[in-house]
């Protein structure tokens, strides 16, 4: 499940009652401000209001081009680089046209796939392109099975919650027959698989005790692997910057602010007077059993919390003390590996068990080889200080994504399109309907069997028929024939690009839905040209946490060259597969506007059923016509959340959803899988590749980052990318030391490389981190010369493309060392933002 439909499940109801007006003076003073006299066509002059990831948007068009975008609201004083760009978003590296590569469409039963990415395209009829792609479609469903279909299509997309893109192709790949698709994401990988063992629930995208009740109670705040004021700059839904706000508030409060990160983060420059931890990466979780061991030793760790609350802590013991392995894991013997001073860790310990804790927890320490023990470790040690359920004690593994601990308001909420049910088709293809049947249970079935972790795409593509273990269950590696995208950039968010460049040689056919010439949409046989959000209608909430705004999206341009919605696209290939499937797909021909006024009148009955919640909810034909959000408020119950509140104050009638229904230290379940690389406690393993490691394979360990100025490979191609790239290359920070040694300055191009390839990025000098380590953010596009180095900086050139264990099989991006040296010869002609060959 995709977290937006997560949250809408979650924060469905309609919560306790409250009056707003008094509450949101501030914001209806802004609101009052704009126009309100846009009309439900499309404004060729004049602003408009439309929602993006990174926040509400004032769009200013003039003559029906854009020339303004800015931030609907300001919130907070922290600047938003990427609202400022919505014009080179809707003209730049635009797919036009539907194309075919040349060898696909001269011969789709040999379409010589290993010419995928450097093969010229050809310009087709958009029908045509329709036409090819329901019969290839249909032709290896009858030929390889419905289980030879992948429409995974993991990553992100826009804001909006009528074309959501991937959704849509799941929707049409299950009336067509079914596809297969993933389990996990690049995100959450190793902890959303960890967490249901331990505290019974996904953990990751749950509300967080609210920032109000942090901001009078915490009396320290511990920054763990995350740096909030950069990653709350987007949402999945759209950002209501209301996290920002609030750390703004922690800066100015008598709250001792820690943070522990490797590098002199944003967030670290952000809090000038904090305490700032660098461990060495991927080390945290040895620190972390310091600590525990120090307050175990010292006595001072919460017996009551341990007893009353947790499950399995005598099992997890003999392992702390060394019983079980002969090494005790005290502060000296964490410190070897995590290389900070046994005294701080016992300080840092002391402070925390002394002082109301909050541990903030971003995400960056599971996209980790063994991924599934940091925050197991970190709420072992939560439970040790024995602060969960109290107002500003515990943990929270989202206050960094998407405003989490925003409180919640209340009102209606909007829902979506779904991914609606499988078709089912007689001998002679015949479409009968939707209902269930054999078939169809046979079907679910076999998903139970090939349904795999996302991040196992390239090893999937490349091994079909390969077993492997995942959370206590076996899976089989479907043979992939035909591979379809629509939402994300594999080409660019995968680990080790040089083995999914091999993989991606592996299916028949390749399709992909892009609004641009990304290096995935390069990848493909197939594209169709993609509206972006400013060219279609759409609706979303803001804020995720919060749902505090019902955003009209209103279409502020008109749609570029030959750009379709992937509605219309996917409704086109139902008419195109067979009889009947269109009706059905669209529910007998709904427009975007009228699945869009459905959702909003859904919420308008919500709201207009609790008699006394005051709201300036319209109904729907006013509310599109003023181009004004819908703001609803929080309630006293919200804005004193506290996580496991309810737990904390009786574990028995509110039990966790894990076996024991405590907080599970130790868990039989996961014992039970007996893993060799997931046991059944938090424990400290060697990171395949690590800065300790004896005969390490390269010198650095390259911490792979969320970008600053991009949402991942988002905007990568717009002149925002003039604030960031150096000798127009992605940058790369290099300790300035380092850089002295081996005779790199500023600005000067590096190779960076390692056993599984290579990158050319832009050197920016620093001492922002130790000698061993560099920086290069994720999302720069790949780029590669022939060869396979990337020419643009992407760091997932470099990276491992293994699973982080067993128990999750996610993603360990943050796990890799390499080499560098400064660039030498002619630098090659960057072509990350070129159109490809056209025939
Ligand atoms: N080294 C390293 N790698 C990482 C990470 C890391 O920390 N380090 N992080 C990982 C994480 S957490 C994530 S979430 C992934 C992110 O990886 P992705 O989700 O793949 O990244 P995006 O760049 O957001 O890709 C979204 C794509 O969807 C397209 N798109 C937008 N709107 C639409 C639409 O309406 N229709 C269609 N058809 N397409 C649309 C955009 O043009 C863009 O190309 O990267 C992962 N990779
Ligand atoms: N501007 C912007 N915001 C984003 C995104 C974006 O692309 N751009 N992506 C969004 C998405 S999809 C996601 S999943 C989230 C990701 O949120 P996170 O996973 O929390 O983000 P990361 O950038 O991977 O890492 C956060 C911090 O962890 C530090 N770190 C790295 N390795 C270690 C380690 O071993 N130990 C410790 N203690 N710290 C370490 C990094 O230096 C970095 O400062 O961000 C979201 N927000
Ligand atoms: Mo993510």
Known sequence: ????????????????????????????????????????????????????????????????????????????????????????????????????????????????????????????EYEDAIKLVARELKKTRKEHGDESIYAGSQGWKSSGNFHSSTILLHRFMNLTGGAIVTMGNYSTGAVSFTMPHVVGSIEVYEQQTSWPVVLENSKVVVIWGANPILTLKIAWTTTDELGFKYFEELK???????????????????????KHIAPRPNTDVAMMLGMAHHLYISGKYDKDFIETYTYGFEKFLPYLLGKSDGVAKTPEWASKICQVKPEVIRELADKFMDNRTMFISGWSMQRAHHGEQPHWMLITLASMIGQIGLPGGGFGLSYHYANGGVPTCKGGVITGISRGNIGNFDENGKFTGTHKSPAVQAWIEKTKKYNFPAPRIADVMLHPGKVI???????????????????????????????????????????????????????????????????????VMSGEYSNMHIVPMKQVVEKFAEAKDDYQVFSDLCKAYADGLYEVYTQNGKTEMDWIKEFYDAAYAQVKAVPDLSTDMKPFDEFWAENKPVIFASTPESDTYVRYGKFR????LNVLGTPSGLIEIYSDVVAGFGYDD????????????????????AEFHMISSHPEDRLHSQLNYTSLRDRYAINNREPIWI?????????????????????????????????????????????????PDEKGCCKNGCPNVLTIDIPSSKLANGNIAHTALVNIEKFKGIAPELTAFKDPKFA
Not at 54 to 69: A, E, R, Y
Not at 253 to 266: A, F, N, Q
């Open 1 to 124: 499940m995709n977290r937006q439909r997560r949250n809408i499940l979650k924060y469905g109801a309609i919560l306790g009652a409250m009056p707003i007006a008094s509450k949101f003076s501030a914001f209806s003073n802004l609101i009052g401000a704009q126009m309100s006299d846009i009309g439900s066509g499309l404004v060729r002059n004049g602003t408009v209001l439309t929602a993006t990831h990174w926040g509400m948007l004032n769009v200013t068009v003039k003559d029906g081009i854009i020339v303004k975008s800015e931030p609907y609201q300001k919130v907070s004083g922290i600047y938003n680089s990427l609202q400022y760009y919505t014009a080179d978003s809707v003209y730049k590296t635009r797919i036009k046209y539907p194309m075919v590569r040349k060898s696909y469409l001269q011969n789709p039963n040999s379409p010589k796939p290993e010419l995928r990415g450097r093969d010229e395209w050809v310009r087709v």
């Open 678 to 697: 997931c046991w059944g406690h938090p424990a400290w393993f060697e990171p395949v590749e690590w800065l300790g490691m004896k005969d390490k394979p």
């Open 469 to 539: 273990d995942h959370n206590g269950k076996k899976i089989t590696y479907p043979d992939i024939q035909f591979f379809y995208w629509a939402g994300g950039n594999p080409m660019t968010h995968h680990q080790d690009l040089n083995t999914l460049t091999k993989a991606m040689q592996k299916p028949r056919t390749v399709v992909v839905n892009e609004i641009y010439w990304t290096p995935t949409a390069k990848m493909a046989d197939i594209v169709f040209p993609i509206t972006t959000s400013f060219e279609r209608n759409d609706i």
């Open 649 to 652: 104050e009786d574990p028995i």
């Open 252 to 274: 100015s409060k008598d709250i001792e602010v820690v943070v522990i990160d490797p590098i002199r983060s944003e967030t670290v420059k952000y809090y000038d007077k904090c």
């Open 735 to 783: 300790n300035k030391n380092v850089a002295k040694r081996k005779g790199i300055k500023d600005g000067d191009l590096v190779r960076v490389f390692n056993k599984r390839g290579e990158i050319i990025a832009g050197a920016i000098l620093t001492d922002d981190f130790g000698e061993d380590i560099v920086k290069i953010n994720e999302g720069a596009w790949y780029d």
